[in-house]
C-alpha cells in the first residue's frame, strides 16, 4: 500500500483562459478533499492559442472560427460549462463581450509566483478575474493588480511582463509538455505516472485517487 504519509503529486498542465480546466480543478479539490488525500499540486503552462493578439479576440467568434461551432452549439456549450462549474462552486458569467486573450504574460507571472510559494493562489485568482468578473486580462496594470490581491508585489509584476525576464523559461516548459505528447487541457498526472485528460467530475476522480491509493510504491 501506499504510504499515506506521502502525498499525493499532481502535476496540472492548463491555461488560464481553459473554462474546462477550472471546472477539472474545482472536482478534483473536491474529489481529494472527500477523500481526504494528502497532496502537493503543481501548475504548468500550456497555450491553447498562441497566436491570440495581444488585445485578445471575441470568444464567440474564437470559437465559431476555432471548432465551426454554431450560435446554438455555442450556447449550449457555455450552458454546460456553467452547470458544470456551479457543481463545484465556481462561477462563470458569459455575455456576448466575453473575450479570450494571449496568456503568455500570465504564465510568466505564474512562473514569478511559483517562485514565492504563490502559484496556486494567483492561478486561482487569475481564473476568477476572467470567466467570473471579464477583467481585461491583455492589459498589463490589471495583471499586476490580481498579483498585488494575492500579496505579491505589483511594482514587480509590472516590471516582469515589461522586461519578459521569464520568457524563456516559461517556453521551455510548454516544449517539456508538448514533447510528452500533451495537446490538450487540462491534464492532470499523478504521481508522474497516470495521466488523466479533462474535467471527469467528482466521482470519477474519487474513483481515481482511490485506485492510486492502492497501487504499490
Known amino acids: 500500500m501506499t504510504n499515506s504519509k506521502t502525498p499525493l503529486r499532481i502535476d496540472i498542465v492548463s491555461d488560464v483562459v481553459c473554462p474546462w480546466c477550472a471546472v477539472g480543478y474545482g472536482q478534483l479539490a473536491e474529489a481529494l478533499k472527500q477523500t481526504n488525500t494528502e497532496h502537493q499540486i503543481h501548475w504548468h503552462p500550456f497555450e491553447l492559442n498562441p497566436d491570440t493578439p495581444s488585445e485578445g479576440r471575441n470568444w464567440r467568434e474564437h470559437i465559431a472560427k476555432k471548432y465551426g461551432s454554431s450560435r446554438e452549439e455555442s450556447d449550449a ?17 458569459f455575455t456576448e463581450e466575453t473575450r479570450t486573450y494571449n496568456t503568455f504574460d500570465m504564465h510568466q507571472l505564474l512562473h ?14 487569475l481564473f476568477m478575474a476572467h470567466f467570473t468578473h471579464a477583467k481585461n486580462l491583455s492589459r498589463r ?3 499586476a493588480d490580481i498579483a498585488a490581491k494575492i500579496g ?5 509584476a509590472l516590471a516582469i511582463l515589461e522586461d519578459q525576464r521569464f520568457a524563456e523559461e516559461v517556453r ?25 485528460s479533462g474535467a471527469q467530475g467528482v466521482e470519477n476522480f474519487k474513483s481515481i485517487l482511490r485506485h492510486l491509493a492502492e497501487l504499490p510504491e
Open 77 to 93: 456549450s457555455r450552458a454546460r460549462i456553467t452547470e458544470a462549474g456551479a457543481e463545484v462552486g465556481f462561477e462563470f458569467n
Open 141 to 143: 496594470d490589471v495583471l
Open 152 to 156: 505579491l508585489d505589483r511594482s514587480e
Open 172 to 196: 521551455q516548459a510548454q516544449q517539456h509538455w508538448r514533447q510528452q505528447g500533451i495537446e490538450s487541457v487540462p491534464s492532470i498526472i499523478f504521481n508522474q505516472k497516470h495521466l488523466i
Open 112 to 125: 514569478w509566483a511559483d517562485q514565492q510559494g504563490r502559484m496556486h493562489e494567483l492561478k486561482q485568482a
